[in-house]
């Protein structure tokens, strides 16, 4: 009676069982899938939140806007994704589980390229689609001529059987070794492609900057808008470049479908490898960046800079710059903020710049050309508080009037001057000047990965194209006897 007998208990695992329990789920293809999935999810906060590393600012706006959502986010590390713990920690366990994955099945696939097609199996009809072919000559030529043949469209080949061993006469042969080799390449490129991405994200930094025409940048943390930097980044150690833009040209269609999209545009600078060096004339294009050791200056976007003199109520002059303006639309329609804590009291300035200035009578005022053919400024003027002593910072393309008073609304032309109510003031709307906006990337891993992408295609297709086959042809008519016979089988492997 099986049911009276007790059950046999299994042995305990103990901890050595575990671990290799624990490595062979890590090391399995589902488990590598399943890693590869999840790191693709943990990437979507990255690409949709602001990042701590790239602009802080932004990371602030967003938690004072969401202060209960945003307060959790931040303790979870969605606001520094690629530098959070469960982000390294699936990068890391990705990285063991293709390591091991690969090395077994590159064992096996050494091995199996050493080695010799198997000899040809008793009974071939067991294989579907063995045939039976009649030859003119003997079984032996037969072979013969089939090894030949095979030999010369590069099949691995092997005879049998060996001298003094009973048993028809055979030829073994074996092509298709290239599919898992691509298998493995494509999956070693992978682990390159980790690899490389790492050695970016931990040495590699990137920022941006927005320069006027006429002004400079030095390669400074201080200097840049936004700047974001690897974990073993030492920003004082980077290179101590610096380039000025000499000027800023650009062109527009005006005619046909492409009306007012840029024939070209170019900056001009002048670069110094370090202080003291000798200055060089370059020009930067799109996908013509400015290379400096180990750096490159990409010229990313442009726009306007409108030129303002304002004056106090006691007729001093308390402004006299150019302040970038964003462009919000294709017709470079461009919004800015001035900000004058020096003037007494503190003044304001909200901006709307309009290249080629038409007036709707629904949407108001519009651009509809985004050269500078008949431009015009609408602007606010207000005063008060600008909260800047606060300690809290403030972005210098928004203006937080909630403790100010607006003292007036005008529209100007280069030239013009707007006096402001009660002498309070004055300002001029001196003209305007280009700004170029540059994204300056050291990445130590681009070129590693560039490699390893390419090596990762060409190993996926050998995998998806290539196939694995055997063939075997077996003389089984008698020795000597003419005709004779002979059987063609085959198979195809699916590694």
Known sequence: DTSSKAEVPLPPLGGLGFLRWVWRQLTSMKTALILLFLLAIAS??????????????KVKEWIADSPTIGAILQSLGFFDVFAAPWFAAVYLLLFMSLIGCVIPRTRQHWRAMLAP?????????????TVTVGVPAQGDAALAEASAYLRRHRWRVVEGPAEGEPGPRWVAAEKGYLRETG????????????????????????????????????????????????RLVNAEAMTPFSFSLDSFD??????????????????????????????????????????VDRAKVFLVGHGYAAH??????????????????????GNFTSTGVVKIPDAEPQLGLRGLFLPTVAIDEIKGGLSV??????????????????????????????????????????????????????????????????????????????????????LAIIGLMLSLFVRRRRIWVKAIAPVGASPGAVQVAGITRSS
Do not use: C
């Open 308 to 329: 303002f003199i304002v004056k106090d109520s006691t007729g001093k002059v308390v402004f006299d710059d150019a302040v970038v303006f964003l462009p919000q639309d």
């Open 183 to 230: 298998n493995l390449v494509f999956h070693v490129a992978l682990l390159f492609i980790l690899a490389s991405v790492a050695i970016g994200g931990l040495f590699g930094w990137k920022g941006n900057v927005i320069v006027k025409e006429g002004g400079g940048f030095a390669n400074t943390v201080t200097q840049y808008d936004a700047w974001g930097g690897g």
């Open 369 to 454: 050309f985004p050269a500078p053919d008949d431009p015009v400024m609408f602007l606010s003027a207000w005063t008060g508080d600008l909260g800047l002593d606060s300690g809290v910072p403030q972005s210098v393309y928004r203006l937080d009037s909630e403790s100010m008073t607006q003292i007036g609304l005008a529209s100007l032309r280069p030239g013009q001057v707007w006096e402001w109510p009660d002498g309070t003031g004055s300002m001029m709307f001196a003209g305007f000047d280009r700004w170029a906006s540059f994204q300056i990337a050291h990445d130590p891993g681009k070129e590693a990965a560039l490699v390893s992408a390419t």
């Open 117 to 129: 097609p198997p000899a040809a199996p008793r009974n071939l009809e067991r294989f579907g689609g």
């Open 250 to 291: 650009v062109d527009f269609e005006r005619e046909g479908s492409q009306r007012g999209a840029p024939k070209f545009f170019e900056a001009k600078v002048t670069s110094r490898e370090e202080p003291g060096a000798p200055a060089q004339q370059s020009i930067i294009e799109v996908n013509a960046p400015l290379e």
């Open 44 to 57: 979507i906060p990255g690409s949709i939140l602001p990042q701590q590393g790239n602009d802080p600012l």
